[in-house]
Structure formats: structure tokens, C-alpha cells
């Protein structure tokens, strides 16, 4: 019962964070998105499984991913109070037509939890004279 009400408390309170920190915010369509991914550690020792990352566009009707998604697995042991940076590039599509664009991160750990990130980017329309 105590391992159980521990496990509870260490994936809630001091768990690791992800932040993807990019190089700019505002974009054209084909052009490329590059920054790092930064993780976090917490107050315990946590195992990571993997990174993922989509382009998801919303509009008024929905949500819906907007590219392929960034997939990167990894069996990693992170420690505590530490920072990781993980290199961050890609390729927006050409055709973009969407209202808002953002990058959703999950930071999905060896006991199934995930952490879940957004960070929003404008995508400007090239205007034709």
C-alpha cells in the first residue's frame, strides 16, 4: 500500500518536464522549424521510452496533426535536478491552411505516464503582388 501511495506522489509532484525551445515563432510553409528539445529533471530518478512531437493545426470544427510526427525512442535513466537538450528540426509542409499551428511534445515514460507540451508557432501565408 505504501510503494503504491509513493509511486502516486512521484509521478505527480517533481516529475520531469519537456520544453521544446525554438530558434523563432513565425514561419512560411515549406520553410524549416529549428530549436531543442530541453527535459527537465525532477525530484526522482525517472526512465524514459520515448519523444514525440506533432505539427497539429486547429481550427474552429478540430483539432487534427498537420504533418508526420517526430518519434525519437530512448531507454534512458534520467536523473534527478539534471537537464537534458535534444536537438529539434523540421520541415513544415509546403500547403498550410489551418487557423493556428502548435507543437504538441510527449515525453512518454518507461511506466506508461506521459508529460504533454504545446507551443504555438504563426505560419504566415506568403502574399503574391
Given at each position: 500500500m505504501l510503494n503504491k501511495l509513493m509511486s502516486?506522489?512521484?509521478g505527480r509532484i517533481g516529475s520531469l518536464h519537456i520544453d521544446l525551445l525554438l530558434d523563432k515563432n513565425e514561419f512560411f510553409p515549406g520553410e524549416k522549424v529549428t530549436g531543442s528539445?530541453?527535459?527537465?529533471g525532477g525530484l526522482f530518478e525517472q526512465k524514459l521510452s520515448r519523444l514525440e512531437c506533432d505539427l497539429v493545426t486547429e481550427?474552429?470544427?478540430?483539432?487534427?496533426?498537420?504533418?508526420?510526427?517526430?518519434?525519437i525512442f530512448m531507454?534512458?535513466?534520467?536523473?534527478?535536478?539534471t537537464s537534458k537538450r535534444i536537438p529539434f528540426s523540421f520541415q513544415l509542409p509546403a500547403q498550410m491552411e489551418g487557423s493556428r499551428y502548435y507543437f504538441e511534445t510527449k515525453l512518454c515514460f518507461g511506466d506508461g505516464k506521459k508529460c504533454v507540451g504545446q507551443d504555438a508557432i504563426h505560419v504566415t501565408q506568403p502574399s503574391f503582388l
Open positions: 502516486e506522489v512521484k528539445f530541453i527535459i527537465k481550427s474552429a470544427a478540430a483539432q487534427s496533426p498537420a504533418a508526420d510526427a517526430i518519434m531507454s534512458e535513466q534520467i536523473p534527478p535536478n
